[in-house]
């Protein structure tokens, strides 16, 4: 990557100053990934609240809560593409500010509305909608956060820049898993369903503000700056090889996206309806495997910038696929001791770290800078959209058909299986690609 312009961003990063870009970029990342945490541990309670006319059944209420989840994620794409756009043509900072606003009041809405014994079948349908303006703002954050942190990283240091991205989700997931398991403790059950669930949801509101403050400070990307700078328009790369470098991004991370889900947010959901684990342990369970994911992101990220972006991402996916059914079945087993178990998922937990940490800068080196926001963000949210956005809706309804419990682990090795085969493709950028 050639020497960034001058200016506050990246040199003040790399000195140890202002890390105005770093944290400007990742924040928004870690209020997404909260509140999809929260309604990933919360999704009993709201299926309970939101899902459950008179004669319907937990089980059929959870399936139409994660049909809630992953419609989210389908308009994912839409946001990536059209927040993706602006962001190549009119700068990444704007439009970073515009998705993180549109994300909070989305987010900060769901906290606040009535439930099913309110107004009836129109409960569902305005957390569906406020779902679905969440998952537009997502989509757009993903690609623009990613583009900044990358284009504004030091020579040699863009994977443990782009880490950071993925280190927020771990962050955020952490965060919802520690309000949720908070208010499991100090509030009665009767507390809890009733109206403690909504308080998370309403944190974001001073979260997002925090994160309004600091984008509305962050300066443009040395990158998008020297492109729009010269005085011609930016060169574009033909359509049909942008959507084929999509395609293929997206199967990439598909083993991140399925394998991430499955392990660190289906899970509270799965230990209770199919191994009888109560509210507390399922989210114990979920903390210790954010900590492994959080413990090898950020070293994967910088192994990455050393030894390539491939062989580390390929050694998540193909553990995922040998390992998931042997860990799943030690969580099964009666007699498996407490500490064994908390060894295994934090341990899938960790694997996952794997592909999320080179991933982002593995995605972004597949993009010029004329069309990285766009590229590398609908990349991102067609795969979440299909491998995450769906893992529960998929998990939960395929265990209710057919009765196995060993559906999550056949899921998660599945999805790294095929994508590790895209990521035997992937090589080395030459000096330049990705600056």
Do not use: H
Request: hydrophobic share 50%; glycine share 12%.
């Amino acid at each position: 990557m050639t020497a960034p312009a001058p200016g506050p961003g990246p040199r003040s990063v790399r000195a140890g100053g202002s890390r105005r870009a770093l944290f400007a970029g990742a924040v928004g990342n870690f209020i997404e990934w909260y509140e999809f945490g929260v309604y990933g541990y919360f999704a009993t309670i709201i299926a309970a609240r939101f899902f459950t006319p008179e004669g319907g059944g937990e089980a059929e209420a959870l399936v139409r809560t994660y049909a809630s989840f992953a419609l989210a994620f389908f308009f994912r794409p839409v946001g990536a593409a059209l927040f993706g756009r602006l962001g190549d043509r009119v700068g990444r900072r704007p439009v970073l500010v515009l998705v993180i606003v549109l994300m909070t009041v989305a987010t900060t809405l769901i906290g606040a509305l009535p439930t099913y014994d309110t107004v009836g079948a129109a409960a569902p349908w305005l957390l569906t909608l406020l779902r679905v303006l969440q998952g537009l703002s997502a989509g757009g954050e993903f690609g623009g956060a990613v583009s900044v942190l990358t284009e504004s990283a030091p020579a040699g240091r863009r994977g443990l820049y782009g880490a950071w991205q993925s280190f927020t989700v771990a962050l955020g997931l952490l965060g919802g898993a520690g309000a949720a398991a908070f208010l499991a403790t100090v509030l009665s059950p009767a507390a809890l369903e009733s109206w403690g669930w909504r308080l998370p949801f309403l944190a974001t509101l001073p979260l997002g503000l925090g994160a309004l403050w600091l984008r509305l400070r962050l300066d443009e990307t040395p990158a998008f700056r020297r492109e729009n700078e010269e005085g011609t328009a930016p060169v574009r790369p033909p359509v049909r090889e942008t959507a084929r470098a999509i395609a293929l991004g997206a199967g990439r991370v598909m083993s991140w996206a399925a394998a991430g889900y499955t392990f660190l947010v289906v899970l509270p959901s799965y230990l209770q309806n199919s191994l009888d684990a109560t509210f507390r342990q399922a989210l114990l369970a979920t903390v210790l495997a954010n900590l492994g994911f959080a413990a090898t992101i950020l070293p994967a990220g910088r192994l990455s910038d050393r030894v390539g972006r491939r062989p580390v991402m390929l050694t998540g996916a193909l553990s995922v696929t040998v390992l998931a059914l042997p860990l799943l079945n030690l969580l099964q087993a009666p007699g498996t001791s407490t500490v064994a178990k908390g060894l295994a998922v934090c341990a899938a937990g960790a694997v996952v770290g794997l592909m999320a940490g080179p991933g982002p800068a593995m995605l972004s080196e597949m993009f010029p800078t004329s069309v990285r926001y766009t590229g590398l963000g609908l990349a991102y949210a067609l795969s979440n959209a299909v491998f995450s956005g769906c893992a529960g809706l998929i998990i939960t309804e395929t265990i209710k058909r057919t009765g196995s419990v060993d559906i999550p682990a056949y899921y998660a090795a599945a999805t790294c299986a095929v994508s590790a085969v895209a990521l035997l493709t992937f090589r080395k950028p030459t000096a330049g690609q990705g600056s």
